[in-house]
């Protein structure tokens, strides 16, 4: 049995082992696979396993010996879903493996705009306190955190984290979502319509799926709610974000700052406008990335696989 892994480099750059994959069948590991290698690389594989290499209709049509495709990421739409049924290639993801790591990214931003740790410490290399008359200085306004408002637009596994560490550290919390489960315990929790939420927050943390219905969720109109001291933070999906709008509600000073872990096209073209706006911190969509969340995903990845073939598969998508 022929297993080929279209795009290993994201999650495993190096520092983790195929071997699990390995010893389950003949393994081919590529870094990456543009569009027009898929069909070559894959064509004698039934297992194949993707990231963010796009499996189109296509492509699955030419793949005839392909029983089963394991997303190695918790979204999927890099499938084609009907293809996918219509052809009986059963289609697993990986869910929750980035939770913790993720949520903590989000507070690494958040903490980052409220008390601009990088900028003091590079002024301080740069020698700025030896010269200084006082026992301290600061170059940006010293935010604390307690007792501030996050709305959580969201509250699905990544959500309700962002919110528990929120709520530990004093913030109040409210969110706003299309599902509304078990209502947390958190002091002054409550649920908020999105326009009351974007009004209200003085921070706005981002963790909804990718719709037809959130795209482009924030745009000129849903930034002129909010509270010119507001953050904002996307960890979640780049296109809830019209770019351009953000860009300017930020040069412009309608919005105090925005961190995103994500962007509409990765890697972004050098052109992209929140590359270059005020007080926008930007980076390369690691919130996942670190080695114990990459380690589950690869493990579950892996067991999603035993099981489609022991006759019980796990996480099916499709």
Not at 66 to 92: C, F, P, Q, S
Not at 106 to 117: C, D, G, N, S, T
Not at 220 to 227: D, E, G, I, T, V
Not at 288 to 308: E, G, K, P, V, Y
Request: charged residues 20%; hydrophobic residues 45%.
């Amino acid at each position: 049995m022929k297993i080929v892994v279209l795009d290993g480099y994201a999650l495993n750059p190096g520092d983790l082992s195929w071997e699990g994959l390995r010893a389950i069948g003949e393994l081919e590991v590529y870094d990456r696979t543009s569009e027009d290698l898929i069909v070559t690389r894959a064509m004698d594989a039934e297992i194949v396993l993707t990231n963010k290499t796009q499996l189109s209709a296509q492509t699955l049509g030419q793949l005839k010996r392909l029983r089963y495709i394991g997303v190695l990421a918790t979204g999927y739409d890099v499938v084609d879903a009907r293809a996918a049924r219509e052809l009986k290639v059963t289609v697993t993801n990986v869910p929750a493996y980035g939770t913790a790591s993720v949520a903590e990214f989000v507070f690494a931003m958040l903490l980052e705009m409220a008390r601009a740790v990088a900028l003091h410490a590079q002024a301080t290399k740069a020698g700025e306190w030896s010269r200084c008359p006082d026992f301290c200085f600061w170059k940006a306004p010293q935010i604390e955190l307690a007792g501030k408002l996050i709305g959580i637009v969201g509250l699905g596994r990544i959500g309700r984290r962002v919110g528990e560490i929120a709520s530990a550290i004093g913030m109040r919390v409210i969110a706003a979502g299309a599902t509304r489960r078990e209502t947390p315990d958190w002091p002054g929790f409550r649920w908020c319509s999105v326009e009351e939420l974007l009004q209200e927050a003085d921070v706005v943390s981002l963790h909804c799926p990718l719709t037809p219905e959130t795209r482009g969720i924030i745009n000129a109109s849903s930034l002129a709610r909010m509270k010119s001291s507001a953050y904002l933070i996307n960890a979640a999906r780049g296109p809830l974000i019209v770019e351009p709008e953000l860009a300017d509600a930020l040069n412009h000073g309608r919005l105090a700052g925005a961190a995103l872990d994500v962007l509409s096209t990765e890697p972004p073209s050098p052109d992209n406008p929140l590359l270059h706006a005020r007080n926008c911190i930007v980076t390369p969509h690691i919130a996942w990335a670190t080695t114990a969340a990459r380690t589950r995903l690869l493990d579950t990845a892996i067991a999603n696989l035993q099981a489609f073939l022991d006759g019980h598969p796990a996480n099916v998508v499709y």
